[in-house]
């Protein structure tokens, strides 16, 4: 069964009283929601403990938004899987455009940072998305479809079961610029065929595909309306409860 989720990716933003009073206020306001949509809140790593406290009780999932490529020692400012599980956390969000671009993030090390957060028991939000150069060259779709492949044909259709694709057309990550509902549709589409030729429809059908970039009330319903389109992937507008909220109940 696919599920529909919308994901509120915090970045580097709040403190950590701010990041809490956030948490309460989502959890609070989750409770009118239908049980078929999944929230998750992906707070910053120093935020998680306090955040998974304030959501106890609540139907809203933690996640982290990113995690280290080696499972423990001398990797000084990294923030391992095993403690991310330890504090409560279900999901890691893993290669998002802003890591791949300032942080030297590689699908090879997407691909090692996937495999220890399954092993531990994380479910994986995986970011894939062409920038602007790219879909002004007609990229787009060989883009996108080599991030999906480079990473998910190194699993196996089990593990598929924990793994979500977000699409995110970087040109429209915190630009106010959204893609259209038709240009979403069409690259999600597309990341469904490419799971579907290696794993079979049917993993392909039940897989959760998420858009990112520039989500917000006034066009999440449009967006949410399209057949391959699972739900959103939420920055600026997620640092509100309301329009987050708003968002979850627009399918
Ligand atoms: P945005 O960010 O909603 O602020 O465009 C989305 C994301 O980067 O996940």
Redesign the pocket.
């Known amino acids: 069964m696919r599920k529909y989720i919308v994901a509120g990716?915090w970045?580097m933003n709040t403190t950590v009283p701010e990041g809490v009073a956030l948490a309460k206020e989502v959890a609070q306001k989750a409770h009118s929601l239908p049980a078929n949509v999944e929230l998750i809140v992906a707070p910053p790593f120093t935020h998680l403990a306090c955040v998974a406290d304030a959501l106890k009780g609540s139907a809203v999932a933690l996640s982290a938004q990113n995690c280290a490529d080696h499972e423990k020692g001398a990797y000084t400012g990294e923030v391992s899987v095993k403690m991310l599980t330890s504090v409560g956390c279900q999901y890691t969000?893993l290669g998002?455009?802003?890591r791949r671009q300032y942080y030297g993030e590689t699908d090879e090390k997407l691909v090692e940072k996937t495999r220890l957060a399954l092993e531990a028991g994380l479910k994986v939000i995986l970011?894939v998305g062409e920038n602007l150069d790219e879909r002004e060259a007609g990229k787009h779709f060989e883009v996108v479809t080599a991030q999906t492949k480079a990473v998910l044909y190194n699993f196996t259709a089990e593990d598929l079961m924990h793994v979500v694709i977000?699409y995110?057309p970087v040109w429209?990550?915190?630009?106010g610029k959204t893609a259209t509902a038709a240009q979403a549709e069409e690259i999600h589409a597309c990341i469904r065929t490419v799971v579907a030729e290696k794993f079979g429809k049917e993993v392909a059908d039940d897989m959760t595909i998420l858009y990112?970039?520039?989500?917000?009330p006034s066009n999440a319903k449009e967006l949410f309306a399209e057949p391959d389109i699972d739900g959103?992937?939420?920055?600026?507008?997620?640092l509100k409860a309301d329009d987050f909220i708003a968002i979850a109940t627009s399918f």
């Open positions: 990716n970045k969000i998002h455009s802003e970011c977000a995110e429209a990550i915190g630009t990112g970039g520039s989500c917000k959103g992937l939420i920055g600026g507008a997620a």
